[in-house]
DNA sequence: TCGAATGTTTGACGAGCGTCCAACTGTTGC
DNA sequence: GCAACAGTTGGACGCTCGTCAAACATTCGA
């Protein structure tokens, strides 16, 4: 379902582009911005991505601040909670940034 | 002249955009941005874009940073610093990037 | 020559950040 | 029920960051 309950994020309007820039200015969440590039839904664990090292509470703040930043969306579904990139809003907000990023994170 | 002495900075090449990223994720920094965003060089002093509540010594380090991370270059005329943005170097590296960051920035 | 002007550097301080660990909440399945 | 699962929260630690103040270096002008 598209229409869960949702974690708390910034409304599009309220997306700030200095706290975009904070929040991307870091290489773990580059890294996870890169693997929500391809649009879809992905859980909290970080398995495959080259960040097996970090602890998973970590991880898990990186995604906080991700969504709070309003990069990201996340929804609650039973014990597990989709991940995927607020594409839309970015793009209404901020239009060209992430089309202009997301090859220049990737290369 | 355009060829005068430089401070030291990345090579085109070895920007990197978490580093780049990073430097902008800060609102003082982003402001000098926006005054670069003309093309023109500038000397150190920020009067007048509103920073004039810092140190000069904070000005200076936030100037630095915007220069190690290749966003800025500096010519020594003097005792005088010139700023200005390194567009062309910035569009090579990450094309689009400044066209969408700037107007995002300006609103 | 001497003083003013323009920035940089160093050290200090408090605040924030990234990380881990342990404990906790809520959910699913047996 | 109860144990395993998925993820969050709180505290603790060291490190980085933004800021200021003072000292310094260099250059221009009188």
């Given at each position: 379902m598209s229409d869960t309950e949702r974690l708390p994020q910034p409304a599009t309007a309220d997306i700030d582009l200095v706290t975009v820039l904070h929040a991307l200015g870091d290489p773990v969440r580059m890294t996870l911005l890169l693997s929500y590039a391809d649009g879809a839904e992905h859980s909290?664990?970080?398995?495959?991505?080259?960040?097996?090292?970090?602890?998973k509470s970590t991880v898990s703040h990186h995604m906080r601040v991700l969504r709070e930043a309003g990069v990201t969306t996340t929804r609650v579904a039973g014990r597990n909670r989709f991940v995927s990139l607020r594409r839309t809003d970015l793009d209404a907000r901020f239009p060209g940034l992430l089309d202009a990023l997301l090859p220049a994170a990737a290369s």
């Open positions: 909290c664990d970080p398995h495959g991505l080259g960040l097996d090292h970090l602890h």
